[in-house]
């Protein structure tokens, strides 16, 4: 099977924050003929107004949600079950799976997520690789893809396909707008 690409698709900055320098979030997803999906987040605009992690080793680390991160919420058609996994532009990562809304722990993936970050004036580009084996089981996937931009005014603010009302809240259902079928 060849490699399938989505159209690309622009993450939406929550309306109570502000994107600072960052005037755009793309991202696009490719499902390997490896089986792998790999995910390209591309933020856009005055890159030297995020606070961006230092390149560390590509190890899983707690609280990568807390400054500048892409993240990926994946759950199988019916279930309220999904798994999260956070990409910090360090290489570092983190996975959990949810049983329903917010009821979750920590999860083992059977891979580790390869990621890749490249740092422009202009543009951070976040490439992450996850194993179709990671993915919730069944071909029809339902994705909510966001990002955490950490100013270095101070300010956070929260990109998203799709954002429910109120406060930032990716773990929200109305959140997995995106529908794929990986068939």
Known sequence: MPPVSLQ???LRPHPGSNPGGIDSILVTLTHLATSELKLTY??????????????????RADGLWQHTCCEAFIRAEGSPAYIE????????????????YRLGSLRQPVSDPQIECSVEPDRLTL???????????????HLGLTAVLDSTGGDMAYGALHHADG??????PDTFALEIDLK
Not at 44 to 55: E, T, Y
Not at 132 to 137: C, G, R, T, V
Not at 167 to 172: G, S
């Open 8 to 10: 690309p698709i622009f």
């Open 42 to 59: 591309v933020l856009s605009g005055d890159i030297s107004k995020l606070r961006i992690p230092a390149p560390t080793a590509a190890t």
């Open 85 to 100: 996994f956070n990409f910090s532009p360090s290489g570092q990562w983190q996975a959990y799976a949810f049983t329903d």
């Open 127 to 141: 490439t992450a690789t996850l194993q179709s084996a990671d993915l919730p089981s069944g071909n029809h996937l």
């Open 167 to 172: 406060n930032p809240d990716f773990h929200h």
